[in-house]
Structure formats: C-alpha cells, structure tokens
C-alpha cells in the first residue's frame, strides 16, 4: 500500500461512511475498512475495468459485506448515507466538475478529502469562491514525488487571499516540515524551467506568492 493512499485513509473522519471517487483498484476503502476508521464504505467509479479489479480486490479480503462497489459518473449512483468522500488521483478540471455537479449535496459530509494530481492552488481558489472552510492540508512525499491532500467541508469561510491560495493554508497544516520542503521543491522547480526559457509572466503570480510566504518563514 502506497504512503500516499495511507495518508489519504488517516484524513477520512473515524466513523463515517465512506465514498472513494474514482476508487480505481478499491485499496482506499479497503484500508480504512481493514484499519477500523470506517466500518461502510462506497468503491465508485465511472470506469467497469478498474471497478471489476476492485470488486475481486475486495473480495479478496472478504470485505463484500462492508465495501459496496458502484458503477457511474461521481457521486450519481452513490446512496444518501455517505458522510465523508475522496476524490483522489484525478487532475483538477476532472475534480471540480465532479464537487460543482455535486454541490447541493456536499453539506452532507463531515470532510470532502480531495487529492489532485496538478494545479493546487486552482483548488484552494474553487473552495474559496465558494466560500467553503479547508479543515486540514496534508503535503505527502511518495516515491520522490508531492502530493497535497485538502480536506474542506461546506461550513462559510472567509474568501482566502491570494498568498493562501498558491502556498496554502499555514494554521491546518498536517505536517509543516513536509509543506515547508515541498514549497522550496515548488519554488526551484519554477525557476528553473524559467532559465530555461519558460515565459516568466506565466509564474510571476505564484513565484510571488511563494516567495513572499517562504522569505517570511526563513526570517
């Protein structure tokens, strides 16, 4: 089991009933079930190849009783009892038309966890223009790659400025080491495509941002 899946199963609320979105192999519901933070769950995915693969997962562990596959697009199928949701793996536009057909819906849940594959800080600024309140943020490292976990519920919050939303939210950090590491890893990483010829104008924004955050941080 990947440290990025462990880490999406910690964020999931003790006792609440599962939707993995997108649960491709079933291994997150599978996790949570087997470590005892939830006792239901819901596999869900639009795809029949990688929902066949969890059901025999899942079946595997003898788990049938406990974990429901279900077959369609987001939330479609997924029944009213579900009070927490993962939405992991997938890339931001893919994420955010899920949660936007999704919206009359998401006061249900006591977390919605997502984890997308690129463009962060897009997130953070949905979840703000929908005045939503970002509970946690996880930054996990995995097989030399960085991965931010946001877990959010639809409680009003104040819009988050812009500095927020490119670096993230300081006070619900899980881990400020790691955040901390991946910042500068983000940071170098911007300049260094910008010597090699990258239009600077595209990243002025968030270099901006990370720089003013990182340079408040190392004083």
Same mark, same amino acid.
């Given at each position: ?81 579900? +009070?927490?949701?993962?939405? *992991? ?6 994420? &955010? /038309?899920?949660? $936007?057909?999704?919206? !009359? #819906? ?47 519920? +639809?409680?009003?919050?104040? *819009? ?6 490119? &670096? /993230?939210?300081? $006070?619900?950090?899980? !881990? #400020? ?43």
């Amino acid at each position: 089991m990947s440290k990025r899946i462990r880490a999406l199963a910690e964020l999931v609320p003790s006792g609440s009933v599962l939707a993995d979105i997108g649960t491709d192999h079933g291994l997150l519901p599978i996790l949570a079930i087997e470590q005892g933070i939830v006792s239901k769950a819901y596999a869900c995915d639009v795809a029949e190849g990688p929902l066949s693969q969890a059901a025999a997962n899942i079946a595997q562990k003898g788990l049938q009783d406990s974990i429901t596959t279900i077959l369609g697009n987001g939330f479609e199928n997924v029944p009213e009892d579900c +009070t927490s949701a993962v939405l *992991a793996g997938m890339g931001y536009y893919t994420a &955010a /038309g899920i949660l $936007e057909d999704t919206i !009359d #819906r998401l006061g249900q849940f006591k977390a919605v966890i997502v984890q997308i594959n690129a463009d962060v800080p897009m997130l953070r600024k949905w979840i703000s223009d929908h005045r939503f309140t970002i509970q946690k943020e996880r930054t996990i490292e995995d097989r030399k790659k960085y991965y931010t976990a946001i877990v959010f519920n +639809t409680d009003q919050h104040e *819009a988050y400025t812009e500095l927020q939303q490119y &670096a /993230g939210v300081e $006070e619900v950090q899980e !881990d #400020r080491v790691s955040w901390i590491e991946y910042l500068n890893w983000r940071r170098n990483g911007i300049q260094r495509i910008i010597t090699l010829g990258a239009d600077p104008a595209e990243h002025e924004t968030e270099l901006f941002a990370l720089n003013a955050f990182l340079d408040r941080t190392e004083s």
